[in-house]
DNA sequence: TATGAATGAGACTTCATTCAT
DNA sequence: CATGAATGAAGTCTCATTCAT
């Protein structure tokens, strides 16, 4: 019976406790922190198993390889959270600029301001030494996200909207700020905490007023200064 | 710019010579490439001298070490072109939404499109490993950089041309779509490479008229659709 | 040989307790074919167990290492027959030439065919690595075995059956031919199953067919060709 | 130039002396002696280099993988001999009795008394594991080689000085005491390196007596003892 | 200067062995 | 007794770096 202690390891069972639906998971987001951090090359499993906690054999009972682990690790940071999204979309009720404004909201909510950003960092990144992970990751998440924003943006050409753009190219007027934040927030934007003055709300919100400005065939008034 | 010359044997600098001084710009070329391609980590220094046609020990008579090779890589591709192009931006005579377009216009003649860009790509993923070079690249480069387009917007501003909005977001308007079109052409667009439809061009001019568009106080009519 | 039970988990000794008892034969049985087949290098204890049905745990249960569990293999199948074979030989009472094509019969049938021989090649292939092991079976199996055919050798000498030849090297001759058939099955006869116009049977019976002609001091006819 | 001297290692031209043409001969002789010696997975790869001297790293400047050593061990010591045995059979103008008692006597020399033995050894030790290498050497060693003797059987057959007999079974009345030699003298001989009163050179010319006595139409008489 | 053979620290991976349950 | 999650020493292989030629 380990005492009660206050530490977030909280009350652990012991030593070689038996947590074997619990590992893969603590190794997941272990080697999530790493991978985004350091790259694929520069990290060490044996970091990675220490930073979950365990030994480096351990790490081998779950994933067979460092790659294995760092396909595991992409599959399940990306993994649907489109169905969901898209159900949003198909029965979101407002002008089709406010759902544009939602869409990067929520997209900052759940992707942009988390850790699985550092995936889309990382597959930036790495896409050279894994072109096998570039084109599944291209395949799944790519491509299914540009559905996405092509549904907005036709939503908001049908109901005149928005003007007519070519859709190939419009779908990079949103693309191309979240993936610029994603990657600057885990590059760059590493260095300067907090510069002062910017903040990642604040960006998206001009880049939203942005694109509705030259998209809206009446330009709605920009959102007021933040504040 | 290397000088003609005739003898590549003997007295005078021929080819043979010329070739040795050559030597230090044939590695980094190479060093550039495949930094660029497969990270700093991947990258083996025996195929940085394969590919500049020389032998790995040729490779540590001009650099110390692999770190230093990447320094020199870093350093000489980030070396400020920015002189020149504040003269032109000094001495441009056109509006300012003239000067926004032909500013990219230029970049992506000089650094988009060439294998400049790759170094924005090393930078941006290797962040996290050299956090020294991330940021003498960022005060060389991006404070640079965004002073160039900071004295654009303001150019714009102060005539009347562009309404006013917070500088320090508004760079950003011009910088991601320029950042992010050369991670994705080096990273997830080097797996398709035409994809149909869509090129550089189109990508920018998008760009550019969704800006204007955004930016202008009487928005002008958006370019026409090809050249 | 397990007795029918009814109730396989209550107090009267059923399938469980019975299995209980049986494990480390079992165990036993899996090790030998296994060491047999890859060698005691590559052999792994996890294989060892899940072939024996239990898990790795419960093997180091009854041995405490790989190496005992190995030298428990090679303890238990080398476990003396000689003292039935001995006594069938004293009591034997056909011609020597009889004995001894009886004796390469015998063998066939207790060691040459069955798992058994399997340990002589574990010994012969694992000898330069154990050598502790090998001249333990030098000494309990190789000097009794050829204590055994010196016996019936001289039988054959001392009626004036078989001439009188180097006792030393003459036991190679009927040594030898075992020895090879036990090592060619379990090593490169593996991999040609079924050699047409090839059975064990058929190398036997020529080969003590060429033993006698070579021993008898009158040449008995070889022995008709099917039997 | 090596300067001459008495040391073996021989005025050793430096400790990185370049001698890429010998390197290869010296490792496969050193992993000729581990294997042999130790069998495949026990024998290290770092011991091999030392044992050449040189370190680690170096062994795979030659061989791809501890594999590959393996593979490129076994091609060295078996690599045609046997068409210059061929040669020799075809050309001998002795009797067949003559010819098979020469054929023993040229195998010791040249193979049973050489280290090339012990790749026999290896391989019919290590056959379970490397299925690719049993099969090759099968194709590439024991059918040659079967050959061989078939030929000197049928010769003696041919002419009327042996006896007919199935031709399937012959061959191992020549190449089971050859085997049999070879993974005696390397796993249970090793034991007892002189064993008193036996040498191979007896040993051989019992089973030669003893084959030639079994096949020959008229046995000639065996040869004299041993001195 | 240029070469490329040689080095050895360090990474990934395996597997015999332990031990809490 | 039995289990199987966990361990960590040990082995294979890589590659930046050195240095004799």
Not at 13 to 29: F, N, T, V
Not at 156 to 177: K, Q, T
């Amino acid at each position: 019976m380990p005492t009660t202690s206050t530490d977030p390891s909280q009350a652990e069972p012991g030593k070689r406790s038996r947590r074997k639906e619990a590992r893969p998971g603590e190794l997941l987001d272990a080697a999530l922190d790493l991978f985004v951090e350091k790259g694929f090359a520069a990290t060490r499993v044996e970091e990675v198993a220490a930073r979950a906690g365990v030994s480096k054999g351990t790490l081998f009972l779950y994933f067979p390889s460092k790659l294995e682990l760092f396909k595991a690790v992409v599959r399940l940071n990306i993994a649907g959270r489109f169905d969901e999204w898209k159900l949003e979309l198909q029965t979101f009720e407002g002008s089709s600029s406010e759902l544009l404004r939602y869409c990067f909201t929520v997209w900052w909510e759940r992707i942009g301001s988390t850790k699985a950003s550092g995936i889309t960092k990382l597959i930036l990144s790495e896409a050279g030494n894994f072109p096998e992970i570039a084109s599944f990751y291209r395949q799944e998440v790519i491509e299914v996200g540009q559905d996405l924003i092509r549904c907005i943006l036709q939503r908001g050409m049908a109901s005149g909207e928005f003007r007519e753009v070519d859709m190939n190219y419009a779908i990079y007027l949103v693309l191309a700020p979240m993936i610029f934040l994603m990657m600057w927030r885990h590059s760059i934007g590493m260095c300067v905490p907090d510069e002062l003055g910017i903040t990642p709300e604040g960006y998206i919100r001009l880049q939203v007023d942005n694109i509705l400005q030259g998209l809206c065939v009446r330009a709605q008034p920009p959102s007021p200064s933040t504040p």
